[in-house]
């Protein structure tokens, strides 16, 4: 079927706002080059911490994975869900415009004063996003252009200049969107900026391998060695994700790539399952390997997606996670004694 060009930027249909036009997307009877448009739902300016100097992030929407402790949970849809923030809504006594343009009565006014949201009866129409003069109702999301991404990437050009820096695209899974993905990539090196990518690894071959071509550093997940306690916690096993990253080294040794595996408590929070991750990276010498800290900064969008946190308040142990990053500071030096 031939890719539609309906959407050229925008609000290009008129009288549409982006919120119409992102329904009306989602509803799929507008459609879009999946090479020039994707579904952004976050570009953070001036990080640190993935991959080299100052970055760009750029947080795709959609995720193959449902892990339990996720920290974007407004990414997993491939596209926006509605949010109410309760803290933002100023009460029905001083405004209900939502109550008014909501053609389905999904929202309702609450023994609290405020509004309450029946996510059975909505249907992501997007109508009473505008109307809400505070930011109480909003999407995680919308559609942006390529061109759209690089320009905001770009704004901090300087910076990456001065810091070796560039930009970073992460999600949700990035390469869900694969095209749209590829063509950030693929601009990225056109203009020569830096790019790096993070990973669940729970995508296609060739698009894994599309992108790492146009990558200058690869951030790959490996949360856990056990296939059925991997399916446990994220929806999926990991057969798809091993087979990845070997694909991933042995085609490209040249390419950095750092595997990571996020501390979850009651997951993959004990010495047996780091080391049967660092058993899966034996014969991957060029591989870096961290384990990054738990955290649960994620939460409040549990609540304002009508979602349950499921680790509850579940920590985990500083001594725990002390001995689990020395664990991996022992295999670091023997990798470099090797
Ligand atoms: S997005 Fe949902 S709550 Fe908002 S107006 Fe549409 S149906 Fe109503
Ligand atoms: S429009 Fe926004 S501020 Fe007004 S009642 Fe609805 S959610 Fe609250």
Redesign the pocket.
Known sequence: MARSKVIRREGFIAGCGPQVLMARAMHSDVSYDPGQYGWVFNIQQFTLHDGPGIRTMVFLNGCPLRCNWCSNPESQPSRPDLA?NLN?????S??????KVCPTAA?IPAESG??SLNRQLCNLCFE?IP????G??HAFGSLRSVGEVMAAVEADGLFYARSGGGMTLSGGEPLIQGEFAVALLREAKRRRIDTAIETCGHVEWQVLQDAAELSDTVFFDIKCADPAKHKAFTGVDNTLIVANLRKLVTTFPQLSITVRTPLVPGFNDSAKDISEIIGLLRGMPAVTYEVLPYHRLGMPKYEYLGRTYLLGDATLDPATERALKELVSQYAASRGAQ
């Open positions: 109410l933002r809504c100023m009460g029905m001083e405004c209900d415009r939502c109550l929202i405020k509004v009473c109307e809400c003069p505070t109480a109702l």
